[in-house]
């Protein structure tokens, strides 16, 4: 079309090569390594066996998936929770406000991850800001034990992931036709009939895309359980950290990644193929219309 | 109708004093003089002093500027072009798509490892270079992302004109191409500079050992897990800063309303 500007594919080989090199072959790499035995000190011996397959799934690492599983789910719930209904209220802002208050909401994101997360030491610590308020409310027990547990951590996976929801439910907000929440009042549906029966079911596919990042981002994650979270093994994330660097069972760390990646995949396509139908079934029902 | 304008209002205001509250703590606590989180004893700028005596953040600091710098500018080549290959073809193809979304969504831990393990294994010595190599996977892909974004509404008969006019290949990507797109580049640009400031797993994992190559997310988690000094209010403030302004300016490039 434009050989003025080169062949496409000549444009798109550096970093094609650049992705082979540093993203396809490392993974690969894992992938392979997970099917190998742990050498006598540490390293990998090349002999196959699906021994660390195998002990991926014993109960206590299986144990540690599930824990992970929820602690991440929770944490999915609470930033639809609230992620949701602050993307609504974006949506129905004044028209030219709108871009500049989803900008704001998503700016923090962007600041360093270790430092939003330290945030919520100096706010949840014993001596912390939360109890000082508690106190200057009057209260004077013993100061509350808020970080070093699940909730910590939960609270600190809501407050890093929830500009995923706002984006993706205040995408699907926005392309909502408006003559729709029009029609369901004019046939005489309350605000509430019209939320549950018209708006909530067309922004399926932006609340199932937000939850999906969420889940996917959390369960992976091992920075939020080290520094929020108590105890050494808390969730996956740590686990495979610990493999690496301090057990140094590279093999296992491998197949624990495996079996991460593969929960991860899955999740995504069931998104993927979740959206794609419901795309298809409003397509179908815009014709018959 | 008034009731629901003030619930919405009032969501608002909640979500964004739950975002924000965080950030201004640590922002304020980094002017108090005492240091302590439990009183205010004073504004001072004492601990952005201290910071410019502390030689192992300035070093940490140094290694960051120069890693970001380096995957910058090669993740905005790269990416530029990505973008523009991807976009002149008439065939899109899911594989490809979903090789350019990939470094966007694998977990960074998984990214790690995978990185390490291959150096290890290819007795790489790790240092900077790696760190930087390993950013370029994740910053070309937000490049080509905001370039791509750009080129939908791009004019393609532009480059069929230029050329029936005579100019060369490269006249018309420097005359025509790289005029309509280059806000969108140096927004890439920045985000990728934004992300590459602030990655720690990825960096933590193909460092390699030693100090010589700590970049600054890794001094901060250091500083997290084994000592939290007032200093790092200071230095946190600091990094926010540097990621709102670079991502505000990349908001502005993106709209055209800068360049």
Not at chain 1, 22 to 33: D, I, Q
Not at chain 2, 162 to 173: H, R, V
Request: positive net charge.
């Amino acid at each position: 079309m434009t050989p003025a500007l080169g062949k496409p594919r000549l444009l798109m080989a550096p970093a094609l090569l650049w992705l082979m090199a540093f993203l396809v072959a490392p993974c690969a790499l894992v992938l392979a390594n997970a099917f190998f035995l742990r050498g006598l000190y540490g390293g990998i011996e090349y002999t196959l066996t699906w021994e660390n397959l195998v002990r991926a799934f014993d109960p206590l690492y299986a144990g540690i998936f599930l824990r992970s599983a929820e602690v991440a789910g929770l944490a999915t719930v609470f930033a639809l929770l609230v992620g949701y209904p602050a993307a609504y209220a974006i949506a129905m802002a004044p028209r030219r406000w709108q871009a500049t208050i989803l900008f704001l909401a998503v700016l923090p994101f962007w600041s360093n991850y270790l430092i939003r997360t330290y945030a919520w030491i100096v706010l949840l610590n014993r001596e912390g800001l939360l109890t000082q308020a508690l106190r200057w409310m009057g209260y004077t027990g013993e100061p509350p034990s808020l970080l070093y547990t699940d909730g910590a951590v939960i609270v600190g996976l809501v407050y890093n992931y929830l500009p995923f929801v706002i984006l993706a439910v205040y995408s699907a907000l926005s392309r909502l036709n408006p003559e729709f929440r029009e029609a369901s009042r004019d046939l005489g549906a309350g605000g509430f009939t019209t939320f549950r029966r018209v708006i909530l079911p067309l922004t399926m596919p932006g609340v199932a895309a937000g939850a999906v990042f969420v889940f996917v981002l959390s369960i992976g994650n091992f920075v939020t359980p080290a520094l929020l979270g108590g105890g050494r093994f808390q969730m996956v994330g740590n686990l495979v950290y610990d493999q690496f660097l301090t057990a140094n069972d590279w093999p296992f760390g491998a197949a624990l990644s495996l079996v991460l990646i593969t929960v991860m995949m899955a999740l995504l396509v069931a998104q993927g193929l979740v959206a794609d139908r419901l795309a298809g079934e409003r397509a179908v029902a815009k014709e018959a219309a | 109708m008034r009731d629901g304008r003030l619930a919405l209002t009032i969501v608002l205001t909640l979500v964004f004093a739950f975002l924000y509250v965080p950030i201004g703590v640590l922002v304020a606590l980094s002017f108090n003089e005492g240091g302590l989180p439990t009183a205010w004893s004073g504004f001072s700028f004492k601990w952005y002093a201290a910071l410019a005596h502390n030689g192992a953040i300035l070093q940490a600091a140094l290694n960051t500027l120069i890693v970001a710098l380096a995957s910058t500018a090669v993740a905005t080549v790269l990416g530029t072009l990505l973008a523009l290959g991807i976009e002149m073809r008439r065939r899109k193809s899911r594989g490809l798509e979903a090789l350019i979304f990939a470094p966007m969504i694998i977990p960074d831990i998984v990214l790690a490892i995978a990185l390490l393990s291959m150096f290890a294994m290819l007795d790489v010595t790790m240092g900077l270079h790696t760190i930087a190599a390993s950013h370029v996977v994740f910053n070309l892909a937000f490049v080509a992302a905001v370039v791509r974004a750009r080129l939908k509404s791009f004019d393609w008969s532009m480059i069929e004109a230029s050329t029936d006019l005579g100019a060369t290949g490269f006249t018309t990507f420097r005359r025509v191409t790289l005029p309509a797109i280059a806000g969108s580049v140096v927004a890439g640009a920045l985000i990728a500079f934004t992300l590459s400031v602030d990655e720690f797993i990825i960096a933590f994992f193909t460092a390699g050992a030693g100090r010589a190559s700590i970049t600054l997310p890794m001094q901060i988690y250091s500083m997290l897990r084994f000592g939290i000094t007032p200093e790092i209010n200071a230095l946190a403030t600091l990094v926010i800063a540097v990621s709102v302004v670079a991502l505000t300016l990349s908001q502005r490039f993106n709209r055209g309303m800068v360049g």
